[in-house]
């Protein structure tokens, strides 16, 4: 395929003024080919991942945002020319390339567009409010007596593949109000986990959600039938990946569906080059006391993160994931803490989003 060389870009018709101070700036190019528009940015994160991209194709135009650590950049212009509702996104040494097909193939741009109005803003992640859309959902299915696994499809255009160990915010009207909760990104499998080629190119999502009879939310959002659209958020989360190398022990504690968060962390780390022998301890606190049950009972306490959480040194590296409800994750925080453990050996899943959202 020829690449034809871009010609100098417009300039873009609006930048931010807020800029982080002392952050080098993301910079964006663009080219082309008979059948492709191409644009590029150069973020200078060598470690940056697929994942920290979003591509959002409208008609009045495309916005790709690219996330910096706590920054996002954005690209945001009016194609010349229409291009196909699909993208292909790419992320080598921190370089990012986002592929748009071009709905005529072999017209040639002199641009690619008009900037927009959040074009080129570079700003702190934690500013911009949360977006929600109407993704729609193709599967729902048992996985326990309780538990559901929602497949849903994204809308035309955009494409959002959730970093490990990050969620999305689902918004639904309950009696008037505008009620909000936090779900983990789940494998559409633990034992096929890249089986959905959507969902790899951030094209679906998997949600594994457990009812709650009294709760707020959960009797609806379980109850959705296929067709149905959900109201989702853009993800959020501040797990780093990175984090997981040149460790010597990696420790998760999970209530109830607390395990969506680790999910994804266990596969990841599974195959990770130096991964050893993985084993799981269930604390069951509400099994009958009749029960045969042989295995550990009743709530965490000192002694179950005694027997599991390695002392820290300089031979010990350990990291402990903890998610589960606040006074679940409040114990293992302290009791960790207490055998030494500093924030720095420490990860807990947290709800960042409120839980009552104006849309
Ligand atoms: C970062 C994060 C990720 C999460 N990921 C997942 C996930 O992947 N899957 C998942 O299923 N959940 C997940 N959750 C939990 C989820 O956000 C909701 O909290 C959960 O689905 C319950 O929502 P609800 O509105 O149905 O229940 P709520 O109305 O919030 O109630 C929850 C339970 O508490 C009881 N309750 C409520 N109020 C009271 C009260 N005043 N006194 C006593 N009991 C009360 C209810 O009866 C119910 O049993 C996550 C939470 C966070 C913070």
Known sequence: MEVKQSKPKKPALVASTIRPPSVEEPMQDWYQTDTHLVIVVYTRQELLQREFVTVEIQPNGVTIQVILDKYSYFVHFKPTFPVKETSVVSVNKGKVEVKLGKVTAGQHWEYHGEGLSSNAVYTHTKSLAPKYRQWIVTKNTFVSHDTRLLRLKAPSGYTMLAPIGYHIHIVHSISGMQIGRSYTVMPPSLVEPNSDKEQEEGRALHLMIKYYSGGTLTPWVTSVSQGESIMVSNYDGNFDIQRLNNLTHLVLFAAGTG???????????????????????????????????????GRINSEHVQDYVPIPSSKCRPLVCICGPWAYNDTVESLTKLRGLKDEHLHIFAQTFPEQTCL
Do not use: D, H
């Open 259 to 297: 395990f969506t968060s680790m999910a994804r962390l266990i596969i990841y780390a599974l195959n990770m080059p130096n991964a050893t022998l993985f084993s799981v301890v269930n604390i069951l606190s509400q099994e009958s006391s009749n029960s045969n049950w042989k295995g550990l009972r």
